[in-house]
């Protein structure tokens, strides 16, 4: 289901009686042929210029508002198609199966550039980079072992992120026990995930406690129940965690909300910031672990047209997102922690423990 930008046709028809009609009659007939001249439209049929480049997206099965992850994509592709004129549309895949036709039909409409959102769509984007080397792919997520002119896969150092939070999260707990409610293992960007957040919550907190669970189902699913996402925070809660980790777009949504609902308990986002995409969190949002998405997408859509793509891998930032409403709860004393903690990590005298040695 393309939603294309929306082209209007204009069609102005000036009749040269209609002139005559609202003309005096002792204007002469030359006068009147005149102006039903310089009034007459462009020929019905000739359709306004193409735009010079074209954007297709292609969401994993979460959807394009998910709020996280396919969500901040296609801002990215949006916000490149602002900069530069472009037509950007977008297609949601409902199956896993549809991915290798679901870029087909933006091949088959002509787009310049393909962004493919999640690991999942990897060897669906490989083979049609091959196949089209005259289109330009971003593969988010989607790590690129041998380099191509065409295809970009745009990573991150997810577990570096989660670090970051799991490192606050050891600090804030109370209980000494913190928890993730995640998508699939099948994922490596879920699996660095929690594994950055698990040791660095061990990292500041040598007695915390981590319980994490992976949802049970595959791609088509593992991304998209929220209510799985929320029954399985519930689960944490009664177990004794006091903060706990959302990461699996709308099934860690699920989980942040679920967390919301519960006194004294704080929750973390993922992706992006998500105190601005699901407000219903805010009540327990500390922050988000941030893999700078938006920005990534647009920097490679824009040196696609510039003619100065990066083929192969291109790293994204990650980051923590503002405190917000909880700035007050985060000491002075952990912000230095967590700025120690950022140096060591990109210093490399910190190490994540992702990938497992």
Request: glycine share 12%; with cysteine; net charge negative.
């Amino acid at each position: 289901m393309i939603r294309a930008t929306k082209r209007l046709f204009v069609l102005i028809a000036v009749l040269a009686l209609f002139g005559a009609a609202c003309t005096s009659s002792d204007e002469p007939a030359s006068t009147v042929a005149a102006a039903a001249a310089a009034t007459t439209a462009p020929p019905a049929d000739e359709p306004e210029p193409e735009p010079e480049f074209r954007i297709g997206l292609v969401t994993d099965t979460g959807k394009v508002d998910d709020k996280s992850f396919n969500q901040s994509a296609w801002e990215g592709a949006q916000q490149a198609a602002a900069a530069l004129g472009a037509d950007v549309n977008y297609i949601e895949t409902e199956e896993a199966k549809d991915y290798e036709n679901n870029i087909g039909l933006f091949l088959e409409d002509g787009v310049d550039v393909i962004i493919t959102v999640g690991f999942g769509l990897g060897d669906a984007t490989l083979a049609a980079a091959q196949a089209n080397p005259d289109v330009f792919f971003i593969g988010v997520d989607q790590f690129q072992p041998e380099a191509m002119p065409n295809l970009a896969g745009l990573i991150f150092p997810e577990d570096k992120s989660g670090f970051l939070a799991g490192a606050l999260a050891g600090m804030l707990t109370e209980t000494n026990i913190v928890g993730a409610v995640l998508g699939t293992d099948l994922v490596p960007p879920v699996v660095a995930f929690k594994e950055g957040w698990e040791n660095g919550a061990r990292h500041t907190n040598a007695d915390v406690q981590t319980i994490s669970t992976y949802h049970p189902g595959g791609l088509d699913v593992a991304f998209g129940d929220p209510d799985w996402g929320a029954s399985t925070a519930r689960q944490v809660l009664d177990q004794g965690a006091d903060i706990i980790f959302g990461a699996g777009g709308a099934t860690g949504n699920g989980a942040l909300i679920e967390v919301a609902s519960a006194d004294g308990a704080y929750c973390v986002g993922v992706d992006t910031d998500q105190w601005n995409t699901v407000p219903e969190a805010q009540p327990c949002l500390v922050t988000s672990a941030m893999k700078l998405i938006t920005p990534g997408v647009a920097a490679l859509i824009e040196a696609a047209q510039a003619g100065e793509f990066p083929g192969g891998n291109y790293l994204g930032d990650v980051g923590l997102a503002p405190f917000h409403d909880f700035d007050d709860v985060v000491t002075d004393d952990m912000r230095a922690t967590l700025e120690e903690v950022l140096a060591g990590l990109n210093d490399g005298s910190i190490a994540t423990g992702y990938p497992p040695s």
